[in-house]
């Protein structure tokens, strides 16, 4: 009896789930179809706010390129590859109105400009107008101690939002990496959206480092101990990078920045018909005047590190091979050496890593043979370049490189990561000939630098022809040709 009666409760409970089924799917299509509507809503409503916006003082319509770039007045090589964008596209079409969206709330337009100037030796021959963001904050890494990926990314939509909300563009353009924008420009802001791809948010490499509990600057240590908290965190990852495809896959064109990135976003947002390599524009030509023959910093030898103070950029590994090296020249008779580590610091956080890299120099006794430049003028880094033997690199899985491919024309020997973009696009041989050095460890970096300055200076100096005529293929003018190509679709 009690069987019969709990079989007929079951029973009774199915078909009450049942009778809810229909009426449930009737209030989530109303429900989906309401969010449609407001969307649409929003969208038509933006693009009447940019008609009224971006009519000329004639009467003409004119065509808005908006360049979303929350960090623009940062000296690194994602703000070369924007300066010069936006050189190429006022060449090519004048008559458009440019605008860059940025967060650099602390700064004029005009100091944004003067800065550009004077760490690229780049200056726009149109006027451009930037719209600052207060909400730059949402994309701080320092806000998401944990889910870092996943807090920076919903920061990032909500930075988009305000960015939309003040500007409508015709063509927008995302040069620093916040896929996440690319559906709220395109769908509600009807635009036609393209990307410039410097680092995927998430690649299979981090999945690979998470799924080996291989402890990384973005992988604790606490969680590679863990078996269970490392199949959570891969889990998360997985689910990241399906949304991260999705997301992605909006961009009506994608530009990459080096075979590696080629790869992982080719495996992540599956738009192959749409991408293309376009290598970042570097200034080679400024290094042409300096001369190859061998540069003395009496009496003795300089090495020089370019890269702005980021954890991935692995400064530490310089400055404990370089403590190496420096025992090494106790027993081998090296000469007297100095390293100099040239970068820019983009806030509180990267001021922070500077002066805990001071520290690890006291630590290892060489203080005195280490020094920090930082935001230093053009003309500071092109001398620092000209007076040095050897130029470090140590990002592993480094995108591109901008900072080994200036090394590398200036004349320094470059010594870089055996990994990413300078493994697979510009450490290379050139005609058959070695062009620079790679290394992974503490100990294969300081063994490298000491058979560098073992060299007779005539091996050293066919190694900087060799060099410098192998990154031609990366200079400005390379650059804009490439990227005006890749951007044309947006245009018809």
């Not at 030796?121 to 719209?131: A, C, G, M, S």
């Not at 030509?285 to 590190?305: N, Q, R």
Request: aromatic fraction near 12%; charge should be positive; include cysteine.
């Amino acid at each position: 009896m009690a069987a019969a009666e709990r079989g007929w409760s079951w029973c009774e409970l199915l078909r009450f789930f049942y009778s809810l089924f229909f009426p449930g799917l009737i209030v989530c299509g109303a429900v989906c179809l309401c969010l449609i509507f407001i969307l649409w809503i929003i969208r038509v409503l933006l693009r009447r706010k940019k008609n009224s916006a971006s009519t000329g003082k004639k009467g003409k319509d004119q065509m808005v390129i908006a360049f979303f770039h929350p960090y623009c007045n940062a000296g690194g090589g994602g703000e070369r590859v924007l300066w010069c964008a936006l050189r190429a596209l006022q060449k090519k079409y004048p008559a458009a109105e440019y605008v860059v969206y940025t967060g650099d709330v602390n700064v004029s337009g005009q100091q944004i400009l003067d800065g550009a100037f004077r760490r690229f030796n780049i200056r726009l021959i149109h006027p451009v107008e930037f719209v600052f963001l207060r909400k730059r904050y949402l994309v701080e890494d320092s806000l998401y101690p944990y889910f870092t990926l996943l807090g920076q990314s919903l920061g990032s939509i909500f930075l988009g939002w305000e960015a939309l909300m003040q500007r409508v563009p015709d063509i927008y353009i995302d040069s620093m990496g916040y896929a996440f924008t690319l559906p709220l420009f395109k769908y509600l802001g009807g635009c036609r959206v393209g990307s410039y791809v410097h680092y995927p948010t998430i690649s299979t490499d981090m999945l690979s480092v998470v799924k080996n509990q291989n402890a990384r600057f973005n992988n604790a240590t606490f969680i590679t101990r863990n078996p269970f908290l490392s199949k959570v965190k891969l889990i998360y990852y997985y689910l990241f990078a399906f949304i991260y495809g999705l997301v992605g896959s909006c961009s009506d064109i994608v530009m990459v920045n080096s075979s590696w990135t080629l790869n992982h976003i080719l495996s992540l947002w599956k738009v192959g018909h749409c991408t293309n390599i376009v290598y970042p524009p570097c200034d080679v030509h400024t290094f042409l005047d300096i001369p190859l023959e061998e540069k003395k910093m009496a009496p003795g030898h300089l090495l020089v590190s370019v890269g702005q103070f980021r954890p991935e950029k692995n400064h530490p590994l310089q400055i404990r091979a370089f403590a190496k090296l420096l025992n090494m020249k106790k027993t081998e008779s090296l000469p007297s050496l100095k390293l100099v580590l040239i970068g820019g610091c983009r806030n509180q956080d990267d001021e922070f890593r500077v002066n805990q890299l001071r520290r690890l120099c006291e630590e290892l006794g060489i203080q005195e043979d280490v020094e920090f430049k930082i935001n230093i003028p053009f003309d500071e880094l092109k001398d620092y370049l000209s007076k040095g033997t050897i130029g470090l690199h140590t990002m592993w899985n480094e995108h591109f490189g901008i900072g080994v491919v200036e090394c590398m024309a200036a004349g320094t020997i470059i010594l870089a990561h055996n990994s990413g973009g300078p493994k697979l696009d510009i450490v290379i041989p050139y005609e058959g000939e070695v062009t620079g050095f790679l290394a992974e460890s503490e100990e294969g970096y300081a063994k490298t630098m000491a058979h560098i300055l073992s060299m007779s200076e005539e091996k050293r100096l066919q190694i900087r022809n060799n060099a410098r005529a192998s990154v031609s293929r990366f200079s400005d003018q390379e650059f804009e040709v490439t990227f005006l190509s890749s951007v044309e679709k947006l245009f018809k």
